[in-house]
């Protein structure tokens, strides 16, 4: 009876629902009463008749006008009909209204089993044929993100950057981008949509143009946050963005930034005292007139900074602890002196070691490192 449910539905009032469990609750009486009576068969009268009411029953769904047509149905039918037959004349028999006495009723479930083994099977196959499907468009999917994503950073003289992007799954809601400025500036932003899978890879996916429409104002980070606010207000319905916007301008030694909702960057000196960054603000998308504050801040020779997305501080370890805020601190200040490249490949086997695995993460992975040389300041004015 769940078999039919699944095929054609309760039927009609809930029918074939009810009777499967009116059998259920038969089953549970009858079983142990047949343990313990000293005759077999105590229920079995009352069995036959609601066997006999359930085939009727079950026939009228299986053929009830306007229900579509499909080649389970129709298996399922032929197949139920020859079990439906022998079964009717064994109850029929074991009340005495047959005349022939061989039980030919194990014949008919065979019949019947063998329908419902084809129609599982074909299921199953079909199963097969449409995941194989979503697996091919979520690996266009796949392709397509990744081509949205900046193929490498910008070269400017007394900076290096370098950015990784793990997704959880074939596509992600992580998002990170450059806009570039006038001489030795540059602004990065990186982003994290909430949720996981396709919905949060659309969004991501949109980030892309909201970002490049904010060009205008890339050298004032509240400008660029407000902007992309405006664009996302009212469209994203349960979800929402959290975004990071840095603007680096290496003529003057000095960088400005603003968040929305973002976990706050980290600024590492040359001698290796690591600090957050001041920043907090409303996520994107959730209030029109959002106001972004922003932070400026002087930069040295030797100065790296580190941005990421949550899925590194949340990564949780083998017994259950996040990777945390302290140990990310702690992991920058002991690699102080090391390249943007280094740093950034240093921090994604530390996370993967922390989990004891390297591959599969559970939540979406962006980082963005940032290097500042240690001649940059020979160009300052």
Not at 153 to 176: K, M, N, Q, T, W
Not at 177 to 204: K, M, Q, T, Y
Request: aromatic letters at 8%; hydrophobic letters at 50%; one cysteine or more.
């Amino acid at each position: 009876f769940l078999f039919f449910e699944r095929i054609v539905g309760r039927g009609w009032r809930s029918s074939l629902y009810w009777l499967g469990r009116l059998l259920t609750i038969l089953a549970l009486v009858a079983i142990p009463l047949e343990i313990v009576s000293p005759s077999p068969g105590v229920l079995l009268g009352p069995y036959r008749i609601l066997v006999i009411a359930a085939l009727v029953v079950t026939l009228a769904n299986l053929f009830a006008p306007g229900r579509e047509r499909s080649p389970e149905l129709r298996l399922l039918r032929a197949s139920f009909l020859v079990f439906g037959a022998f079964a009717l004349y064994e109850n029929l028999r074991g009340m005495g209204l047959m005349p022939w006495q061989t039980n030919l009723e194990p014949l008919g479930f065979l019949f019947f089993v063998g329908g419902l083994g084809a129609i599982a099977a074909r299921r199953v196959f079909g199963a097969q044929e449409q995941l194989a499907a979503i697996r091919h468009e979520l690996e266009t999917a796949r392709r397509i993100q990744a081509s949205i994503l900046p193929e490498e950073a910008p070269r400017i003289d007394g900076l290096g950057i370098a950015a990784r992007y793990i997704p959880a799954s074939e596509v992600a809601g992580d998002f990170y981008d450059f806009l570039p400025g006038e001489g030795r500036r540059v602004g990065i932003v990186i982003a994290d949509v909430s949720g996981h899978g396709v919905p949060a890879a659309l969004v991501a996916s949109m980030l892309k143009v909201a970002v490049a429409a904010q060009a205008v104002h890339a050298e004032s980070p509240a400008k660029v946050l407000a902007g992309i606010n405006q664009i996302f207000h009212g469209k994203l319905r349960n979800q929402f963005i959290t975004a990071l916007y840095l603007f680096l301008d290496l003529e003057a030694g000095r960088l400005k930034a603003a968040s929305a909702g973002h976990p706050r960057p980290l600024l590492c000196r040359r001698k290796g005292e690591v600090e957050e960054l001041p920043l907090g603000g409303t996520v994107l998308g959730r209030l029109r007139r959002a106001a972004y504050e922003e932070v400026a801040v002087d930069l040295a020779a030797g100065d790296r900074l580190l941005l990421f997305t949550d899925g590194i501080p949340e990564a949780l370890g083998s017994g259950g602890e996040a990777f945390g805020d302290e140990r990310l601190q702690a992991f920058l200040a002991r690699r102080s002196a090391l390249s943007a490249e280094a740093i950034a490949e240093d921090l994604l086997q530390e996370v993967a070691a922390w989990r004891g695995q390297a591959t599969a993460f559970d939540d979406d992975l962006t980082l963005v490192a940032v290097e500042i040389a240690e001649d940059f300041s020979r160009a300052l004015p």
